[in-house]
């Protein structure tokens, strides 16, 4: 059974930088065949889409967060990472890590993290 | 253009059946996915493909799609059923990125 965690500081300063690192149980994220996605609820609103990671390195962002966004992973540690620069207040929401899984004319993420709260406060 | 359309809210009677839909271009060209989310969880995946279910979803969920218009069917809703239904395609990226704004299920 794979798992998923995030981990990293729920509270950051406004302008600096959102860390957060997902640690991947059950399965190896250098195996292949998954792209490692990072997505984002504001409170009380919908999912949004941050960016994802292939076990490559190859890294495919959400052009509205793009300048602010970067995506890595570290298949030794089986984990992957977000860094969202520059944050602000609206960048205070839960952020989830999944696995996405390609299919004929599909996709879908059959494995989520449990969530994380970052409050962008000073 | 890479946006999917779902109804704000949704209700059925206990028992009864409710379809979900979920509009966009994207869907002319690849199937949705469907998310269900109970309040403070993360979401669980209930359809994908053309009509799959994850082992563990009952089969009373059920999917499909007609031009640019995804439906998520629930035949005998449930209590539990009660939740946000998020649908989500692949976009002209080829990546899942496009999420629908979610539709509110209140099952009476």
């Known amino acids: 059974q794979v798992q998923l965690q995030e981990s990293g500081p729920g509270l950051v300063k406004p302008s600096q930088t959102l860390s957060l690192t997902c640690t991947v149980s059950g399965g190896s994220i250098s195996s292949g065949g998954y792209y490692w996605t990072w997505i984002r609820q504001h409170p009380g609103k919908g999912l949004e889409w941050i960016g994802n990671?292939?076990?490559?390195?190859?890294?495919y962002y959400s052009s509205s967060l793009k300048s602010r966004v970067a995506i890595s992973v570290d298949t030794s540690k089986n984990q992957f990472s977000l860094k969202l620069t520059s944050v602000t207040a609206e960048d205070t929401a839960v952020y989830y890590c999944?696995?996405?899984?390609?299919?004929?004319?599909?996709?879908?993420?059959?494995?989520w993290g449990q969530g994380a709260l970052v409050t962008v406060s000073s | 253009s890479s946006e999917l359309t779902q109804d704000p809210a949704v209700s059925v009677a206990l028992g009864q059946s409710v379809r979900i839909t979920c509009q966009g271009d994207?869907?002319?060209?690849?199937?949705a996915t469907w998310y269900q989310q109970k309040p403070g969880q993360a979401p669980v995946l209930v359809i994908y493909?053309?009509?799959n279910r994850p082992s563990g979803i009952p089969d009373r969920f059920s999917g499909s799609s007609s031009g640019n218009t995804a439906s998520l069917t629930i035949t005998g809703a449930q209590a539990e059923d009660e939740a946000d239904y998020y649908c989500n395609s692949r976009d002209s990226s080829g990546h899942p990125l496009v999420f629908g704004g979610g539709t509110k299920l209140t099952v009476l």
């Open positions: 493909g053309q009509n």
């Open positions: 990671i292939y076990h490559s390195g190859s890294t």
């Open positions: 994207s869907l002319r060209g690849y199937y």
């Open positions: 999944a696995r996405d899984v390609r299919g004929f004319a599909t996709a879908y993420f059959d494995y």
